[in-house]
């Protein structure tokens, strides 16, 4: 299977024009801060940096993302990163899914169609029935019975509980995770384009002093 196709679901790619004066180093030096963080290990080897993270922290600016590159070339930037929350996101309505499925179908095995309705005609019998109107016999009278009482709220939360299984939960809970797939994909790729073009541009206060090794700097987060 050919996952470039689909690799769109968990993976943002993306370019930035940069100063075609500025090669690799000076690049990959401003946005250094961002792989100088616990759990990343990064690695550059000419003009393309590649790195890792993993158990990333809340305050991790690319904590949504654990691997990716980026490479320098004719004046851009491109990256390509790879977030397992991204996908993880856009399988769980396939999961609310099947599990839904499995809940009404197991009802429906357990509960066939006919008995079912066999149940659901008894128990409208039975409504039409109300205690308090049948009339007590002498002998229960002498006996000091007391009068049957109204249903009870109880009774009808316990009905309320017996209810079959529906869709209706997995699929609010599809409709969920799937919206935050799309905000997600969306608010990510918007973000992490604006951290580097204001890394780059040094209007971030992430970013590198001017002056800071870029091998040294990318060194002590590996």
Not at 56 to 70: H, Y
Not at 148 to 160: A, L, Q, V
Request: glycine share 8%; charged share 25%.
């Amino acid at each position: 299977m050919n996952l470039r196709y689909v690799d769109w679901i968990w993976r943002i790619k993306g370019t930035l024009p940069i100063d075609p004066l500025h090669g690799p180093e000076t690049v990959f030096g401003k946005l250094a801060r961002l792989f100088h963080e616990p759990n990343t290990t990064s690695e550059v080897e000419g003009d393309t940096l590649v790195f890792t993270k993993k158990n990333q922290l809340p305050q991790d600016k690319m904590s949504v993302f654990d691997s990716g590159t980026l490479r320098v070339a004719d004046g851009v930037l491109r990256y390509d990163l790879m977030s397992r929350a991204l996908l993880a996101c856009f399988l769980s309505p396939l999961l609310f899914f099947a599990v839904g499925h499995v809940g009404v179908a197991f009802d429906t095995w357990r509960n066939p169609p006919e008995v079912v309705k066999a149940k659901a005609e008894a128990a409208k019998r039975r409504s039409k029935i109300k205690p308090e109107t049948v009339p007590m016999s002498p002998i229960d009278k002498f006996l000091g019975a007391p009068k049957p009482e109204k249903k009870k709220k109880g009774d009808e939360e316990m009905g309320k509980r017996n209810k079959k299984p529906s869709m209706t939960t997995a699929y609010v809970f599809m409709g969920i995770f799937f919206a935050l797939w799309i905000l997600g994909r969306i608010l990510e790729h918007v973000r992490i384009h604006s951290r580097f073009r204001r890394m780059l541009a040094g209007d971030d206060m992430a970013s590198m002093p001017a002056g800071a090794p870029m091998m040294d700097a990318l060194g002590r987060g590996a």
